[in-house]
């Protein structure tokens, strides 16, 4: 089946350190997101790439950052520079009108 | 800048309807709905291109006003599974392919 993998599904960092989401999809689409989704805010643009090795800020890019080295994958890294990054996260591909998510990742920092 | 919806929440009993907004301060491209329900991923319910546009999808149907600032969503005869968080989400003008979402609406539903 098609589709938008996450992993993992919940994860614990400690304050300082650097952790990497993954997103894998298997349906071909050019461009790929990140979402941030806190409570009360919806979602948030973290990064987006439109084709492979290009990639954009979105509206809340500081301490984050991506790679787009295959169309297929589209990590996250959240660094330590991220103050706040105790949120959920999604990731999505589109082509055309509709968007696809993934089941997301859920992150504290402990 | 996040189009703004409204109300940010409600809750409704079986039967009852519902309107969701979903509002910018500038024309927007067109305008995508879709449904997360509690720790699921969002689902596409719909999209709306034109202006003065309406389109609908069993009890859930959509409106773009003429100007394309403001769109409704409408729940009518409401079931309990059509409790979740609803977004609208547009393209970003001029940007290729940026795409962003309202602030959400929670929606709960009971019996």
């Known amino acids: 089946d098609g589709g938008i993998t996450q992993s993992p599904k919940y994860l614990f960092r400690k304050e300082g350190q650097n952790v990497t989401l993954s997103c894998e999809q298997n349906?071909?689409?050019?461009?790929m997101y990140w979402y941030r989704q806190d409570p009360g805010q919806g979602l948030r643009l973290i990064y987006y790439?439109?084709?492979?090795?290009?990639?954009q800020k979105g509206d809340i890019a500081e301490g984050y950052s991506v790679s787009r080295e295959k169309k297929e994958s589209f990590p996250l890294t959240v660094t330590s520079a991220q103050k706040n990054p105790t949120a959920f996260y999604l990731c999505?591909?589109?082509?055309?009108?509709?968007?696809?998510f993934g089941q997301g990742t859920r992150l504290t920092v402990v | 800048q996040q189009p703004v919806q409204s109300p940010q929440a409600v809750i409704l009993r079986e039967g009852e309807d519902a309107v969701i907004n979903c509002s910018s301060s500038?024309?927007?491209?067109?305008v995508h709905w879709y449904r997360q329900k509690h720790g699921e991923a969002p689902v596409f319910l719909m999209i709306?291109?034109?202006?003065?546009e309406q389109k609908g999808h069993e009890k859930i149907s959509a409106s773009f006003n003429e100007k394309k600032q403001q769109s409704s969503l409408y729940l009518t005869a409401s079931q309990l599974s059509y409790s979740g968080t609803y977004f609208c989400?547009?393209?970003?003008?001029?940007?290729?392919?940026?795409?962003?979402f309202g602030t959400g609406t929670s929606l709960t539903v009971i019996p």
């Open positions: 349906l071909n689409h050019d461009a």
């Open positions: 709306l291109l034109k202006g003065g």
């Open positions: 989400g547009t393209e970003r003008p001029n940007t290729g392919n940026q795409f962003y």
């Open positions: 999505a591909s589109r082509l055309g009108t509709e968007a696809f």
């Open positions: 500038k024309a927007l491209y067109s």
């Open positions: 790439s439109q084709i492979v090795n290009d990639f």
